[in-house]
């Protein structure tokens, strides 16, 4: 009977000291940390890619023309020369008298001096005559007139401004909605580990 209740102290006593050891020393409360992890979710937002602003168009100016009847020169007075009108008159004039005259012939052979008569000789000859003389003549000269082509402004410089908006798009973003974290939880000590 002595041996069997050793025994049983034994027992008890070797179960103390494996609780004992396993918590270090006689228990009283035991805590475990307990490790919560970060929490994430995804958001949505807008975000601007582009800031806008304005954009200036520029349309040249348009020009054309018309055309008009200037006056180039007023009306004056000139003068000029008339040169003068002539006129050829031909007429017949006595060239040679008839007459006597001497010449060498040749007759049978025989050069011979001989006297012979010559009627008179005429020529028709070129006479220049004045029919107008020469003189100043005042010439009036009209007006004179050009048609001239002149630059005029259709439509002038244009400055169109345009406005063009900011522009967004959608990101997605990760965002911590709660911080990982670290507690400590009771735990139960097993009533054999407990005295």
């Known amino acids: 009977m002595i041996r069997k209740s050793s025994a049983s102290l034994a027992a008890v006593a070797m179960l103390a000291s494996v609780c004992e050891t396993a918590a270090g020393g006689r228990a009283l409360e035991c805590y475990?940390?307990?490790?919560?992890?970060?929490?994430?979710?995804?958001?949505?937002?807008?975000?601007m890619v582009s800031p806008g602003g304005q954009v200036v168009d520029y349309d040249a100016p348009i020009y054309g023309t018309y055309q008009?009847?200037?006056?180039?020169?007023?009306?004056?007075?000139?003068?000029?020369?008339v040169?003068?009108?002539?006129?050829?008159?031909?007429?017949?004039?006595?060239v040679d008298d008839a007459g006597y005259a001497w010449e060498w012939r040749l007759i049978h052979g025989r050069k011979v001096l001989c006297k012979m008569w010559r009627k008179a000789r005429y020529a028709r000859v070129a006479e220049t005559v004045v029919v107008q003389p020469e003189r100043v003549r005042r010439v009036i000269q009209?007006?004179?007139?050009?048609?001239?082509a002149h630059e005029v402004l259709?439509?002038?410089?244009q400055v169109r401004i345009r406005q063009i908006p900011p522009s967004y798009r959608t990101v997605a973003r990760r965002v911590v909605v709660r911080e990982g974290s670290t507690s400590w939880r009771?735990?139960?000590i097993p009533q054999h580990c407990q005295y």
């Open 32 to 47: 475990e940390p307990m490790h919560r992890p970060a929490l994430y979710d995804t958001v949505y937002e807008d975000v």
């Open 68 to 81: 008009s009847l200037d006056r180039i020169a007023p009306a004056r007075v000139t003068y000029e020369t």
């Open 83 to 94: 040169p003068a009108v002539t006129r050829t008159i031909y007429h017949t004039v006595k």
């Open 142 to 148: 009209p007006v004179e007139f050009e048609a001239v």
């Open 154 to 157: 259709v439509r002038p410089q």
């Open 186 to 188: 009771r735990v139960h």
